[in-house]
C-alpha cells in the first residue's frame, strides 16, 4: 500500500506543469525579488526573526506571490493553508483558526493562511478572521494584482504589511528558462537557442508562469532535432498581452500617463499612451471625459478653444464610435498637448472654496443684494452699487467681497496663449 501510494504521488507530480515543478523551495531560488529576498531584504529578516506576522503580497501575475508565501511558510516551520479569497466559505475559515489555535495551546506554531485574489476577501470572511488574526493565532498572507490601497478592505491593511512585487525582468526570465533545462524538468536533451530564449523572456512580460508554460508547449511542438528555434518558441509563447482591467488600478494608471503627458506637452508621448489605451479596449467616452476636464483645469484660459475642440470630439465619438473616432481623438490628443498650459482658473475656484469653507459665514454686501424686493431698499439693499456701463471705473473699484477689508485676490492669470490677454485687460482694469 505504502508502495502504490509513493507511486501515486509521483504520478501526480509528474503530472504538473513546469511552473509548479520549478516552483522554488528557499529564498535563495526566488528571482526578480531582490528587494525583498536579498540579504538585507524584509522576507528575509523575518524569517531569521522567527516572526512572520500578516502579509498583503502585491504585484503582477506571475511574479512570484504564491512561491513567497510557500517558502515563508516553509522556511518559518509553519503549516500552511492556501485557498482563494473568493470561494473560501467562512465554515472553512473557523477550521484553520481552530487548528492553529490548538497547535499554538500544544506549543506549535501559528497556521499560514494563504488566501489568492485577497482583494475579494467578503466582509462575512473578514469579520471571523480579523480578531485572531490581530492576536497572532494565524498569520495571513493575501496576494492580489490590484493596488491593495484601493481594492483591500482597510481593516485588513491595518492589520498586515503590504509588500510590493516587481515585474521580472528579460534577464530573469531567462535565468529561470535555463534552470528548468539544467534541472531536468523538460526531455532530455532539450536545448533552447538564444533566439527562442529571447523570445520567451522578452513576450512574456515579466510573468514566470507564462514563459515557463511556453517553454514547455515548445518542447512538444519542436520535432526536429536541435535546438529550438525562435520560430517554435514564438509559436509557444502565442501573441504579446494586452493585460487591462477597466475595474482595476491600470484602468486609472493608463489614464494618468495620458494626462500627464498631455499636461507636459509633450504630443508624442501622449499619443503613445493614447494608443495603450485604445488597444487595451478602453471605453472611448471615459477618455472624452478626462480629456474635457484636462481641457478645464491644465489648459483653462490659455487657449479657450480647447475646451470647445474637447466638447465636439466627445460629441463625435459619441455619434461614430470606433474605429473610426480614433482619428478624432488623435487630432483632439494632439491639439491638447500643443496648447499653452495654464491652470490659474482652476487655481482661482481651488482656493476660492478652500477660503469659503473657512469663514464663520457668508453675507453679501449690501450693494450687491437685490433691491427689488418690496421693502429691501429701506435696509440699504443695493445701495452704492454703481452700474458698471455708466462708469466702469468707479464700478472696478468696488469691493464685491467683504467691504472694509483687503479683498483677497483668487485669479492671478499666467503669461500663456490668450490669458496673456487677460492679464493685460485685468491690469489696466484694476485700480
Not at 16 to 40: K, N, Y
Not at 136 to 154: Q, R
Not at 181 to 200: D, M
Not at 338 to 362: E, F, Y
Amino acid at each position: 500500500m505504502h508502495l502504490w501510494s509513493a507511486e501515486v504521488q509521483r504520478r501526480v507530480d509528474a503530472a504538473q506543469p513546469l511552473a509548479a515543478r520549478l516552483r522554488p523551495r528557499s529564498l535563495d531560488e526566488v528571482i526578480g525579488q531582490a528587494h525583498l529576498t536579498g540579504p538585507d531584504g524584509i522576507l528575509r529578516k523575518l524569517i531569521g526573526s522567527g516572526h512572520l506576522g500578516s502579509l498583503i503580497l502585491w504585484g503582477p501575475p506571475g511574479t512570484g506571490k504564491t512561491t513567497l508565501a510557500d517558502v515563508l511558510a516553509r522556511e518559518g516551520g509553519r503549516p500552511c493553508t492556501t485557498a482563494n479569497a473568493a470561494t473560501i466559505g467562512v465554515k472553512q475559515i473557523r477550521e484553520v483558526l481552530d487548528t492553529s489555535r490548538r497547535r499554538l495551546a500544544d506549543g506549535g506554531p501559528a497556521t499560514v493562511l494563504f488566501l489568492d485574489e485577497i482583494h475579494r476577501f467578503s466582509k462575512s470572511q473578514q469579520d471571523v478572521l480579523l480578531g485572531d488574526v490581530e492576536r497572532g493565532v494565524v498569520s495571513l498572507i493575501g496576494a492580489t494584482t490590484e493596488n491593495p490601497w484601493y481594492t483591500v478592505n482597510d481593516a485588513l491593511i491595518s492589520r498586515a504589511t503590504v509588500l510590493q512585487l516587481n515585474r521580472l525582468d528579460a534577464a530573469a526570465v531567462a535565468v529561470l528558462l535555463d534552470r528548468s533545462i539544467e534541472r531536468g524538468e523538460v526531455p532530455s536533451g532539450t536545448v533552447l537557442s538564444a533566439e527562442a530564449r529571447e523570445v520567451i523572456a522578452d513576450r512574456c512580460e515579466g510573468d514566470a508562469r507564462r514563459a515557463l508554460a511556453a517553454l514547455e508547449l515548445a518542447c512538444h511542438l519542436h520535432a526536429g532535432d536541435g535546438a529550438i528555434p525562435a520560430a517554435t518558441a514564438e509559436q509557444a509563447i502565442g501573441a504579446r498581452g494586452r493585460r487591462f482591467d477597466r475595474q482595476g488600478d491600470q484602468h486609472y494608471d493608463l489614464a494618468s500617463a495620458l494626462i500627464k503627458c498631455i499636461r507636459a506637452s509633450d504630443v508624442d508621448a501622449s499619443i503613445h499612451w493614447l494608443a495603450v489605451l485604445l488597444e487595451a479596449g478602453e471605453d472611448p467616452r471615459f477618455i472624452c471625459r478626462r480629456l474635457a476636464i484636462l481641457a478645464s483645469e491644465d489648459i483653462g484660459l490659455a487657449a479657450p478653444q480647447a475646451l470647445q475642440l474637447a466638447d465636439a470630439a466627445w460629441s463625435v465619438v459619441e455619434r461614430i464610435g470606433l474605429p473610426e473616432a480614433e482619428l478624432t481623438l488623435s487630432e483632439l490628443v494632439v491639439y491638447l498637448a500643443s496648447c499653452p498650459k495654464s491652470n490659474a482658473a482652476a487655481t482661482a475656484i481651488w482656493n476660492a472654496r478652500s477660503a469659503i469653507r473657512d469663514l464663520p459665514g457668508v453675507e453679501v454686501p449690501l450693494h450687491l443684494r437685490s433691491g427689488q424686493t418690496r421693502g429691501a431698499r429701506e435696509f440699504g439693499y443695493g445701495e452704492g452699487y454703481v452700474y458698471a456701463h455708466d462708469d466702469p471705473e468707479a464700478a472696478a473699484a468696488m469691493n464685491n467681497i467683504n467691504p472694509g477689508s483687503e479683498p483677497p485676490t483668487y485669479y492671478v492669470p499666467s503669461d500663456h496663449g490668450f490669458e496673456a490677454t487677460i492679464k493685460a485687460r485685468l491690469e489696466e482694469g484694476r485700480p
